[in-house]
């Protein structure tokens, strides 16, 4: 049966009775399937979770939560028929799009996170394999009083790794030697040997992450983030080893033992030497996370900093 | 076979290769039992989640993690052997020790979450079920530099309750005003009527949370906070309902329509009311997370502002 | 530096020391992107993931697990090099290859979960919405010993959807009869006016998965038992509603009230109806949660039944 | 206001109007306070998260799923004035109720997992830390036509370790050989060296689970199944250890290679060899998850088997 139709009101346009500003007002884990055009490249396909957010002033009951999915529609449609995209730049037109139509609001925020297949070829036999690594794209628009608006966009990524513990090491290491001296062998023979072979320590699955936050305008490549990431802790994981690979990526990870702080000091430092045309006033986050193998709980080190304060720690 | 003992490296206090500093270091998802007397009550067995981190200069390759360890350890014993202790001094008084042992570190933090079972009292047959709400509790420790360390705390929960959508039911409302008129119903009979019965909406699962910062020395109750998340959406949800429970909950929750933001902004107003004690600098954080019926998505809501803020805004 | 070259030996196909028989060995939480071609359609590209087995006798120490991602992606391939392909004929090609790899393996498991994007119009307005349900796709190749190798596949997805409780309504509509007596509108009146108002009651998520497990040959289309899941709660959700669709759709389900016992029930009515060629022997499993608004727990009803015992319950 | 008193009606007790049978009606999630009495140890207070079950015939439209809270706390209540309980005849009890309660029902399930804290002593410091394992308890209730009820229940744990890779291991092995050889040292000490000084190879958390399912009143102690478990993998994990524990541990749990495979062949000859008293009949999962440190996926192994079965194939 037919409901009759009647003239809808608008509840949400109302003043509220209680007077409090909202800091975030939107919706959270809403899928879209979205296609990235790139230059050089395939278009990607992805389905991507965007959280979006206006801010609400004291005066109004509530957001049109529906005024969203126009946003994010509008823009995703505009982008899959425009020419090139990043999804960071997505992030900022959905932002500005959001600004447009909730005039109440001074501030947008969207994130989007993904998950995003890349290539590796394996160490040995060099055979192609797929890895999953995570995507996060932000973008937060401010409304300017007597200036334009201002977006700011973050793109980043998440990677699992390889860590491998340089302190258990160094310990098992003591002790090959003290058991080679007390065989008789020579020490020229043990340091040599040491060169050649690395001892055994605990190693585990860890989890690399950078964020960079860039004024609207600044282009930074989601692919150079990402081999940041997996080049910064002892070696990378594949999803497909045939023995010979699993024997180079043992050797690897225990030629290269790294601390959770290792890892983001080498991010951060990677992050300097590459994106040397990033404005100072970046804001970097960097965080590792290790999920040790020889206990329940994990190991954790971030840094969060502007590029300025990096590149100055690091030319100390 | 036995290991030769040898004596064993301190790798972590060696110089870095990279000198940056590091905003965060430690341990996370570390789970201990503690036990936490209370005045005038059972003590309380719980299963805690904590993570613990402290910051790293420069010039320090690693932090020691063990003594993170050590340091809740002779916390929590101490605490089971001592007199009254509110979990968020548990975390205060973690983080000092932190301090204590981590001499490079500026800065402790320690987080904790945990399930807390709490009692209520059906709405109609007076019967007492059990719930499980999110317990929140966090302590920051700066050390001074002319000055003593500081402790500032946070404590916090996060409740489940039940939302109505005050939009959706106005628009029920009005068609039901417009098919009693139809059929020939007089105006005070339809008010009268509508006062009496409410009409549907879409309901579902909310999650409102509370978190309050402040300074160490000022005790928060954590059962206050409860009962004003649980009190701000349209009804509160029960482990176990007798027939007329369940009527007279749909009844007290259709009463008693609320968005997300309505939920926040009756938090924000209850806390203002129910701690006038706070300072005005403690830091109040705000959510409120609707699972909706008729979406795959969330709403979402939140407010994060000092009390000092909070109170400006409803007194105007 | 480089190592050495060794000949590697082949630990795995050594005789174990404890000589039991394994039912299950493989992989969990294999990412892989698939692109599958379909027949009158563009074809879907997604992120899958796997979980792949094999059984091992009690004379084998460890399977080669690397030939699974071998077989994995040599079928892969020639899925899209080839033309038409059902995601569960996927699974049924790659449960095939494992067991020409895994010589002495009697038994090979595939299963497939992935995030699946469909299209929806809104009941009132008819804009056109994505939304995401989840796909599972399994498929079991067991060694014949005199006959061929035999194939079962199982194809289902899970859908969200909106249930509304029948029981709370019930009382609710009572009292609404009640309060509407006691003004002296007459039974008439009160009688239509219930009939084309229906009353509140408590309404949430509901996830309602089916799975059909057939002989390899038999196809059975995703999109039909996605819409019988979607049909058979109180209502569809929608990521995206005009203010005059929320209505409609608060509107179809308070019209149309389940139990989660109503929604697997409704489900396997549906199942008869719609796959009348299918063999007696398919295994179907239905299951309904639904996320109660009213309480922290979930109502759960499942039916697990060949078709032929479905029949037999349906027509008697 | 006040809802008018009317009498409740009994939905659910109606005839459904689809005819089928469900095998599985109840809830799922519901968390409770327990307290456990233990011969000669202190009660264990656990937040324990249960689902439950009864079967529902094709005649009867809902089961009160209300009458499952009352079975479940009744049978809490009784158990905490009561002397003597093990989680997993708790659950008996309470699949016993359910029927009691269920006249329509032919068969109850209860199914309960939890956190527990147990003790552990590190290997070299000799401390003592808590260690979180997940226990799973569950029974069934099936009501005989002309005999009493049976009651079957299953009790068992999942604990988390650290397993290092035989086939990585041996080729790093190998490599150690070549480069000593090719560095003059002698065969003897060699093969001396590598008897004390395991080599490196990856190593990763793993996840070992054991349930037995016994007749009620077979009791099974659940520590002896954590111990097993525990003792089947490379090595134990701890939350707190100290260097020379840490070194103690990299070097144990490299002398003990395991793939899943082996962990869980370990396991079965464990069961066999501690339960020599369970039934034949006893059914007895036993399963392995190494989350490999080397790929993004993890590793697998299972076996499902009776007592009799197993005792077969170890004795053969």
């Known amino acids: 049966m037919e409901l009759p139709v009647v003239s809808l009101p608008d509840v949400q346009a109302h003043k509220p009775e209680i ?100 290539k590796r070829k394996t160490p040995e036999a060099g055979a192609t394999c797929e890895e999953v690594v995570d995507m996060i794209a932000e973008a937060t628009a401010i409304r300017g009083k007597e200036t334009d608006t201002i977006v700011r966009k973050v793109i980043g990524a998440e990677v699992l790794g390889i860590t491998a513990c340089p302190c258990a090491q160094e310990i098992m290491r003591d002790r090959a030697i003290q058991v080679l001296e007390e065989l008789g062998v020579s020490d020229d023979v043990v340091r040599e040997f040491l060169q050649r072979v690395p001892m055994a320590t ?23 983030i990402i081999r940041i990431v997996e080049e910064s802790m002892s070696a990378t994981v594949y999803e497909f080893l045939k023995r010979g690979d699993e024997a180079a990526l043992v050797n690897q990870a225990h030629r290269n033992p790294k601390f959770v702080e290792d890892c983001v000091r080498t991010m951060a430092q990677r992050v300097v030497e590459e994106f040397r045309e990033l404005p100072g006033d970046a804001l970097i986050t960097i965080k590792q996370i290790n999920e040790e193998s020889i206990h329940r709980h994990n190991a954790f080190a971030e840094r969060i900093a502007t590029m300025k304060e990096l590149r100055e720690e690091l030319s100390s």
Do not use: W
């Open 202 to 224: 605990h190693n585990q699955r860890g989890r690399g992450a950078i964020t960079i936050e860039v004024h609207d305008g600044v282009n930074v490549p989601l692919d150079k």
């Open 19 to 118: 007077p409090v500003n909202l800091t975030r007002v939107g919706v959270t884990n809403v899928k879209k399937l979205i296609e990235v055009t790139r230059k050089y490249k395939r278009p990607i396909v992805l389905i991507s979770t965007f959280d979006i957010f206006v801010d609400l002033p004291f005066n109004r009951k509530g957001a049109n939560l529906s005024r969203n999915f126009e946003a994010v529609d509008s823009v995703i449609e505009e982008a899959v028929r425009g020419p090139v995209y990043e999804v960071e730049e997505l992030c900022g037109a959905i932002s500005r799009k959001l600004l447009d139509r909730h005039e109440y609001a001074n501030r947008a925020e969207v994130r989007m996170r993904s998950e995003y297949v890349i």
